[in-house]
Each structure stands twice: as structure tokens, then as C-alpha cells.
């Protein structure tokens, strides 16, 4: 990756024929005043979108056009042009004073091809959940959300950029880079075992955390998965959240770590963390939000591991683009009525809960179906998928919602006076 000026004579095609990973803007300077500071936008690295120069076009003295929807090749689902789910870049200063930068974030919803339209009522409702940005730096995780001015499908933003690296994104960031340290982290922890249960296409490291306690007791299984569809960060946060809590001096923690041994899948599909897609593992991808029953490679290492857990409860994190609803999917409603007792509306984060009650499978297994309905099918699982989404909440806030709706599904799998089974 590297950085490289746009001369204003130089065509856009010319320049990326010449550069890779960068785009610069230089404000225009009245005269007998210094030399403006340099603005350049920053891609190809881990988990930026668009991930190469192509998806990025200069306008003026100091604005950019940036279309998340940019794939290496052509894309399906939220790999199609309009159908992005996906944004990161970075813009960096190399003067010693701020520098105005304006970005028009093209989403190409009305370019979106005809099978692969956004299931949304109209272009208003769709950008009604890309109105924003977040600003900041991922090392101290301080994102500030700035809101954008909306024509059709472009959200446009002006910043005065500081000296140094600032990140734009979507949401908040969590790249594969993060999730290694995350594991790596974890491995002398004498609660936890790591184990590769396989490699990605591209080689990427597939782990799974095993967490419980040194008790001889018969134990039921647990599995966590987190980070199916590339976009969604927020699943990494409240899967770390889960993960810290069940290694935390927390009592309701210490008595699951002897009633559970707790498996985590951190990263389900790092290919499409780290090559700044949306759902799939590649453009033309899989989308493993669905267990297959027939001939799969890329989804196999996580099927053979679910079929060698056989767990008892499951949980599929995610987070969806909704701004003011959590998504609490496919829990038997005698289960969800204790957990939302236990979990209620998050209103000091502006959420309140989706509700979709689970519905009967079908007699014949399909070639392919939801995570929770492969478990509940074949292992007879109590399994549920979370939506959290970023609006309104911190990296902090998204960690603690994890923590909690772990231990609140523990509880309402556990009522007064009886034992789950």
C-alpha cells in the first residue's frame, strides 16, 4: 500500500495506473500564505471499503467521492453495486494544521442491478441508515458520529482533518488484525483453550475458543459465533464482551463456567472482514448465516465443527443497520418472556426489541437453512440470533450489551427451582 499526490492535470485513470492505495487533495492557498496541508485518502488496507483506489474519485480542491459498493470483481447480494453494507478509509494530514476534506459517500442505490435491489421501500429509507459517519482513531476505540447532508444516495460530509491519520467508517471498525490479537490474548488463560478448527480461502486463521472451568461435573455445550457477514462489527464487540465476562470474578459467570463449556467461533468469515466486504466471503461468496446440508468447502471447517459440539443452546451474533431496534430472533417465547425480564428494552441507547418468534422447520431439511434452525433440527437447541445495532452506542456500550444478553439468556434458561434441560 502506498500513498501518492494527484496532480490536477493528471486524469483520475492515469493517476491509478500509476499508484496504489491512495488519493490527494491539496487545498488551494491564497497567495504569499505556507503551502496548505496535504489530505489523502488512505485504502487496500485491513478491512478498508472500497479496498482499492478504483472506488475512490477526486472532485475539486479538496473533496473525494468515495462508492463503498467498489468490489474487485462483480459482486451478488451486498456485493452488488448499490448494495453495500460496507465503509472504511482513512484520510491523512500530512501538514502541521488541520485541512478541510469534503466526501461525497456514494451508496449507487439506483444502480443497484434489478435482482440485486435493496429490500427497501425507497431510496429515503435505505439512506435513512447512511446518513452517517464515525470519525476517529481505532487504537484508543474514541468514534465520533458525524451526521451527513443526503442527496438521493450520497451522504455528503466536510471535515477539518487533524495532522496525522484519521479513520472514517460506517461503524466502528473491528478487522481481522484485531480479532488475532484478540485470540492471542486468550491463549495462557488457564479457562481457555485455543484450537484452529481450519483456514479461510485466502489462508486466514479459523479459531475456536473452548471456556470452562476445571470441574469434573457433566457439562452441556454452548456455542457463540460472531462475525458471519463481514460488516457486522458490532458481533465482535458483544462477542468479546461475552468473552470477558465468562472470565471475569462475576458469580453468575463463575457458576456457568461450571454448568457449560462455552465454544466460541470470534471470526466466521475473515476473508470478508479483512477485504472490506459486506455479507459474503468474497464477491461472489457464501453467506454463512446458512449451514449447508450438501457439498460445501468453504462453510465445511465451522459445519464439522457444529456437528462435533452438538450444542444445547447456540447464539448467532449480529448487528443490522436499524438505528432504534434490537433484533431478538428464534427464541421459544416461554425462554424470550424470562429473558426480556432479564434484558429489556435498552432505552439508554435508544433501542427497543424486534421480536420474531421461531417457526415450525420444515419436515424436510432443506439444502441449506439458518444457523439456529441447523441446531434447533439436529440437536434440538435453544438457539437465537441477536441484531445489535452501532447507532448510539460505543465500542464500550456494544461490549456490555454482549455481557448482558449472555448472562440474561443463562438466567432465563435456568428458572427458580428447576433445572434446564
Request: charged fraction near 25%; charge should be neutral.
Amino acid at each position: 500500500m502506498r500513498a501518492c499526490a494527484i496532480p490536477a492535470s493528471v486524469p483520475l485513470l492515469a493517476f491509478l495506473q500509476g499508484c496504489i492505495g491512495a488519493a490527494e487533495a491539496r487545498p488551494a492557498s491564497p497567495p504569499g500564505t505556507p503551502a496548505a496541508s496535504t489530505v489523502r485518502i488512505v485504502v487496500g488496507f485491513d478491512g478498508s471499503c472500497p479496498h482499492d483506489p478504483a472506488g475512490v474519485k477526486r472532485e475539486g480542491p479538496h473533496g473525494f467521492r468515495i462508492f463503498p459498493s467498489w468490489r474487485s470483481s462483480p459482486g451478488i447480494s451486498e456485493e452488488a453495486v448499490g448494495r453495500s453494507t460496507r465503509l472504511g478509509f482513512k484520510l491523512v494530514n500530512d501538514g502541521r494544521v488541520p485541512a478541510a476534506a469534503d466526501l461525497w459517500i456514494d451508496w449507487q442505490y439506483d444502480q443497484a442491478p434489478p435482482k440485486d435491489r435493496p429490500n427497501f421501500a425507497s431510496v429515503e429509507e435505505f439512506m435513512s441508515y447512511r446518513d452517517f459517519v464515525v470519525v476517529g482513531r481505532p487504537e484508543g476505540e474514541q468514534w465520533r458520529t458525524v451526521m451527513a447532508d443526503v442527496t438521493d444516495s450520497v451522504a455528503h460530509v466536510r471535515l477539518d482533518v487533524p495532522p496525522g491519520e484519521t479513520e472514517v467508517h460506517w461503524h466502528p471498525p473491528y478487522n481481522y488484525a484485531q480479532g488475532e490479537r484478540f485470540v492471542d490474548g486468550l491463549r495462557t488463560h488457564p479457562l481457555v483453550k485455543v484450537e484452529k478448527i481450519g483456514e479461510s480461502p485466502e489462508r486466514r486463521n479459523l479459531w475456536l475458543l473452548r471456556i470452562t472451568d476445571a470441574s469434573p461435573r457433566t457439562k452441556r455445550d454452548f456455542l457463540i459465533r460472531a462475525r458471519v457477514h463481514a460488516y457486522e462489527s458490532g458481533g465482535s464487540y458483544a462477542m468479546e464482551g461475552m468473552v470477558r465476562w465468562l472470565l471475569s470474578d462475576d458469580a453468575y459467570a463463575a457458576a456457568a463456567l461450571r454448568e457449560y463449556v462455552f465454544h466460541v467461533i470470534p471470526m466466521a468469515n475473515p476473508d470478508g472482514v479483512h477485504n472490506g466486504l459486506g455479507r459474503l466471503t468474497a464477491p461472489r461468496g457464501t453467506d454463512l448465516c446458512y449451514l449447508s446440508y450438501q457439498a460445501d468447502p468453504i462453510g465445511l471447517p465451522m459445519k464439522q465443527v457444529i456437528d462435533r459440539i452438538r450444542p444445547v443452546a447456540a447464539i448467532d451474533l449480529h448487528n443490522w443497520q436499524s438505528k432504534h431496534v434490537d433484533g431478538l430472533l428464534g427464541l421459544a417465547p416461554a425462554i424470550r418472556k424470562r429473558f426480556v425480564r432479564f434484558m429489556p428494552d435498552q432505552w439508554d441507547c435508544g433501542k427497543e426489541w424486534s421480536i420474531r418468534d421461531p417457526q415450525p422447520l420444515a419436515p424436510t431439511p432443506p439444502e441449506k437453512e439458518l444457523f439456529r434452525n441447523y441446531c434447533e433440527r439436529n440437536f434440538q437447541a435453544v438457539a437465537v440470533a441477536f441484531e445489535f445495532p452501532w447507532f448510539g452506542r460505543t465500542t464500550q456500550d456494544m461490549r456490555a450489551t454482549g455481557r448482558k444478553a449472555l448472562g440474561s439468556l443463562l438466567r432465563a434458561l435456568d428458572p427458580p427451582g428447576s433445572r434446564w434441560k
